[in-house]
């Protein structure tokens, strides 16, 4: 994040100084469809991250520039003053929500960069949405709750930006700890931090993004949704999470084998997440990894949202002998994220380079990220 460009910006356009605040985007280490199961995510928010300038100007009116976009946009704190660019939706919707909570707010001017590749699946808009949560709360004297500010940015989300997002983004944005994942239990909201501080212990955690996106046919998140509340009502229960292996297996002959792959996917990654905080808690990264390639694979075979060239880049990633690699995020495109030692980064980040740009014309992306704090003052 370019720290002195929003100041000269800030500048240019207001010709005064404000106060910096920025906030993360994300990786989830493992815990991939889970959240709507009932079950457990784990992420932990990174090195990247947007940051914003901002001083209260007195009026009405919220007078805003993107310096990445190099565009501005000015509004009013009404419901009707929504703005049109969607970048600035992103900052109305966080004055709209924290109204609608009862926040006093008023005018100000800001400046802001980020440094979150856009729809790499770091999510940029929690970053984005977290800091000006956080500034607001803090420049307002609001005394909003930290969970709260999250839900202020999922709320923008869903209201002001049209995405049906969950919270895990948002929460890892506002929550985040250096050295420290977060596991998030998506069905009582609870969390608790583990270590995970990579580098201390030899190795790098490395995003390939693939670039590429396919056309869905059909709604396949919704396909594996309903897959999921079946098998979860065939057993009985609000959500799969909690649900044993045992059990599924007693029902086989009653579901689709369809059906009961999808399941298989989701029990499984529970109990991942549950053996990758453990291993942590010994510091063992290497069943870290091996979890993931797991994740990988479940999500590939049985949950069948991976793609081509992620099986791809997660195959090379073991023949280059890398600890852990995996789809990151929904699937059908984007990124895997890996966990390497650090004396084979080099050749992995060659090799996959090399081998991708062979067979598909480009090479992937590379993100190479560490564990951050979450939204503060600067
Ligand atoms: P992601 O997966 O990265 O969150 P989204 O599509 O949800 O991708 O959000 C990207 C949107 O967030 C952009 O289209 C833009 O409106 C806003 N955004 C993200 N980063 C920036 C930035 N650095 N400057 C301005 N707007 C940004
Ligand atoms: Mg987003």
């Known amino acids: 994040m370019n720290v002195e460009l929003i100041n000269q910006k800030f500048f240019e356009k207001f010709a005064t100084k404000g106060e910096l ?83 006093k707010i008023a005018g100000f001017d800001t400046a802001f960069a980020g440094d979150v590749p856009l729809g790499a699946g770091m999510s940029s808009s929690a970053a984005l949405e977290s800091t000006f949560a956080n500034a607001l709360n803090d420049l307002f004297d609001l005394g909003i709750d930290r969970f709260e500010l999250a839900r202020i940015g999922q709320s ?30 998506c069905r009582s909201m609870e969390f608790e931090y583990f270590p995970f501080d990579p580098e201390k212990h030899g190795y ?21 949704r309903a897959s999921c509340e ?13 649900a044993t292996m045992a059990q ?54 049985d949950y069948e949202v991976s793609c081509e060239e992620l099986d791809f880049l997660a195959t090379v990633a073991e023949e280059c002998g890398v600890s852990g690699s995996r789809i990151m995020g929904g699937g059908f495109g984007g990124c895997t994220i890996n966990l390497v030692k650090a004396e084979r980064y080099d050749d992995f980040i060659a090799t996959a380079k090399k081998r991708f740009a062979e067979k598909y014309g480009h090479e992937p992306k590379v993100y190479q990220v560490v564990i951050s704090d979450g939204a503060r003052r600067l």
């Open 21 to 103: 605040f920025t906030s993360p985007g994300r990786i989830n280490l493992i815990g991939e469809h889970t959240d709507y199961n009932g079950g457990f995510v784990f992420p932990g928010a990174i090195d990247k991250g947007m940051a914003a300038e901002i001083k209260l100007n007195g009026t009405e009116k919220v007078r805003a520039y993107s310096v990445d976009l190099d565009d501005y946009a000015e509004f009013g704190l009404e419901e009707a003053d929504a703005p049109k660019a969607s970048w600035a939706r992103y900052i109305f919707g966080v004055c709209r929500e924290i109204q609608k909570r009862g926040g």
């Open 156 to 185: 923008t989300e869903h209201n002001y930006c049209g995405v049906k997002c969950g919270i895990m983004d948002q929460f890892a944005s506002v929550f985040g700890k250096a050295g420290h994942l977060m596991r998030l239990d």
């Open 204 to 224: 790098k955690v490395v995003l390939l993004d693939s670039v590429v996106k396919h056309e869905l046919v059909g709604s396949p998140y919704n396909d594996r």
């Open 230 to 242: 079946r098998v979860a009502a065939k057993l009985g229960q609000e959500f799969l999470r909690g």
């Open 248 to 301: 599924l297996d007693a029902i086989k002959s009653e579901i689709s084998e369809e059906d009961y792959k999808r399941a298989r996917y989701v029990i499984g990654e529970e109990q991942r997440v549950l053996d990758v905080c453990e291993a942590l808690k010994r510091d063992d990264y290497e069943t870290v990894g091996k979890r993931m390639y797991e994740t990988h694979w479940g999500m590939s075979k």
